[in-house]
């Protein structure tokens, strides 16, 4: 009996996708399925209620093993990934403290962020002291034209300490088309391979620091949809690797020193998808150079190619597009979803950015509870101990070949285009990305794209203008230019917290009055919601189990000192009920109806100018109220 297999499906007879899709045609009682349970993504794609096997059978992906070519499955057979905690460098005595204080709490990765006007050997020296460098990943940021000069300080630094070279893992984040869309420096093309050379000359001797950047961060973080982001990496990553080839560069190194920096966004299976697609496209780039390993005895070498160069290493870091500075809170479970969506696609390192950021310089109870939303995966969900736990997921392959297509389409376009270089010089990134940020604010404004706490069900008593410390942050490096067109950093909720800025600023709170009245169903489920769309601008809002007549309600509100009136009712109801509160409410408070009932056109040739409803722009309505009152 120990030796027999029990099979609990066995009794079971097997179901086709057919048979599914014929339940389900019953159950939506003549909807259309496409429109109720198809989902559009903004990549372009629809992502169906479900799948099944046969979805997956022809892809090659499925074949392959963690830590083998094409990598779709991870560079490792192992999931163990760094916890990073960013520093940036005012004084390097307290940098220095501050790293050992966070490593002995769970970091075992720094991001130091370098002032290019204090580098030297002294404060290198400072600013690493007692810090075991082969035990913690180091990584590092600086103007681009000093890049060099770290690499060279730092290789001599840890020869005086003599370390073993080659145990030593890290990175020098020069990126010189970064530079470019966020400073808008404008490079002549040799100016930017020079300095990428020179950098990647003066780090050889570290040979696993990785130390040209692409920092991929700064497409999100703008706005871009993911597949945008990947596409664009690809070609940023590859307009680095053969121009440095072209100089003479040996490309296997070249290959195994590009380190591309992700943002990793709140759509949980999407972007688990997204590290999964960004490890095959760029195991394919390199591969298709077909690069000659240097090293001997190389496992990973196959007919002389070497496919270790093809492993793409990744930092993610946490989205700063949909944090809040209402709510804030509710930033940690942003956070941690996201963290698990960067883990579970095999990152290699990864910065938590803490739930406060957003609007002061995160302390030490933030950063604590950064830095341990990773330390919980690792240590109490074990997400470290299976390599790509999303593998054989029918949906998660299905979104990784559907990602990888969409990306690969805006790779070529760039390539065929003249590469990414020539498409930063000519603003053709920065205007594809900004016209999707555009997009996706205007779903922000709708509430397709929702906000928990910021464009819907907000926190009705939140006051928050006091506690913002911090404008925008502030670029890396002073060397502002504007011969290129940059791209900024944009919220999604930027907007919705300037309306709840001025409503905190205004000499008077305004107060919505929930006129409650009729169909009880009705009037409970609007003024629900009329509650949580006025209390997106802040307002006051006063919701009410219901009135027997429109001049009691209309008293109420006026007694309440009402700035504004809902009326909430059924449809049928507003036939007559919507004019009568018109009447009693004219010249005393603005009316607003709850609904777009089918009388609404009869209802504006009466006066009633004010509707809110699930078709209303939240943003732009908003907007025009606080117009209205002169906030």
Not at 119 to 144: G, H, M, R, W
Not at 501 to 518: D, Q, V, Y
Request: proline content about 2%; some cysteine; charged content about 25%.
């Amino acid at each position: 009996m120990a030796e027999k297999k029990l099979n609990l499906l066995a009794d079971f007879p097997s179901v086709s996708a057919q048979q599914w899709m014929d339940k389900i045609t019953v159950d939506l009682k003549g909807a259309d399925f496409d429109k109720k349970l198809v989902w559009k993504t903004n990549e372009g794609f629809s992502v169906l209620p479900f799948y099944r096997a046969e979805d997956i059978e022809n892809l090659k992906s499925t074949e392959v093993v963690p830590g083998k070519f094409p990598y779709v499955r991870g560079t490792k057979a192992d999931n163990v990934w760094f916890v990073r905690q960013d520093i940036v460098v005012k004084d390097a005595k307290e940098a220095n403290a501050k790293a050992l204080d966070v490593l002995c709490k769970g970091a075992t990765s720094h991001g130091f962020k370098l002032s290019k006007k204090d580098l030297s050997p002294d404060y290198i020296a400072t600013l690493l002291q007692n810090i075991q460098a082969d035990c913690v990943e180091l990584n590092f940021t600086i103007c681009t034209k000093r890049s060099a000069d770290l690499a060279t300080i730092l290789t001599d630094y840890f020869k005086s300490k003599e370390y073993n070279l080659t145990q030593l893992h890290g990175s020098i984040n020069w990126d010189g088309m970064n530079a470019m869309l966020l400073r808008g420096k404008d490079f002549e093309k040799e100016e930017l391979v020079t300095l990428a050379k020179a950098t990647f000359d003066a780090a050889l001797g570290l040979p696993f620091y990785r130390v040209i950047g692409v920092n991929a961060t700064t497409l999100s973080n703008a706005g871009a949809f993911l597949a945008q982001e990947l596409g664009y990496a690809l070609a940023w990553g590859n307009e680095y690797l053969s121009a440095l080839i072209e100089a003479g560069c040996e490309p296997s190194i070249v290959a195994k020193n590009i380190k591309f920096n992700f943002a990793v966004g709140g759509n949980y299976f999407m972007e688990i998808a997204k590290f999964r697609a960004a490890k095959l496209l760029w195991a394919n780039i390199v591969d298709a150079y077909q690069v000659k390993c240097v090293k001997d005895g190389c496992q990973h070498t196959v007919d002389g190619i070497c496919k270790c160069a093809a492993k793409m290493r990744i930092h993610a870091q946490t989205t700063e597009f949909n944090k809040t500075t209402f709510d804030a809170n509710v930033n940690m479970l942003r956070t941690q979803t996201e963290a698990m969506s960067a883990t579970l696609g095999g990152v290699n390192s990864l910065t938590v950015l803490p739930y406060d950021s957003t609007y002061k310089k995160a302390d030490e109870f933030s950063e604590r509870i950064a830095r341990n939303q990773q330390l919980l995966l690792k240590e109490e969900c074990h997400f470290d101990k299976v390599a790509d736990p999303a593998a054989g997921s029918y949906y998660i392959e299905t979104l990784t070949n559907e990602i990888a297509a969409q990306a690969w389409k805006i790779f070529l376009e760039v390539e065929d285009n003249g590469g990414f270089f020539t498409a930063i010089k000519a603003g053709t990134v920065q205007k594809a990305v900004k016209a999707t940020a555009t997009s996706r604010l205007k779903s922000v404004s709708s509430r397709r794209e929702v906000l928990l706490g910021t464009n819907q069900f907000p926190n009705f008593a939140e006051f928050a203008a006091a506690k913002v410390e911090i404008a925008k942050a502030a670029a890396d490096c002073d060397c502002n230019h504007t011969a290129v067109e940059t791209l900024a950093p944009v919220r999604a909720a930027e907007e919705f917290e300037t309306l709840r800025f001025a409503t905190e600023a205004a000499a008077k709170r305004p107060k919505a009055f929930m006129l409650t009245i009729g169909s009880l169903a009705m009037r409970l489920a609007r003024a629900q919601f009329s509650c949580n769309f006025f209390a997106c601008a802040g307002y006051e809002v006063v919701d009410n189990l219901g009135f027997k007549t429109i001049e009691e309600g209309v008293n109420a509100a006026m007694e309440a000192n009402a700035d504004i009136i809902v009326l909430c009712s059924s449809d049928d109801e507003y036939v007559e009920l919507a004019p009568a509160a018109y009447e009693a409410s004219k010249g005393k408070a603005i009316l607003v109806v709850a609904g777009a009932p089918a009388n609404m056109d009869e209802l504006k040739a009466l006066g009633i100018e004010h509707f809110v409803n699930v078709k209303s722009n939240v943003l732009d309505t908003l907007k025009q109220f606080n117009q209205l009152l002169s906030i």
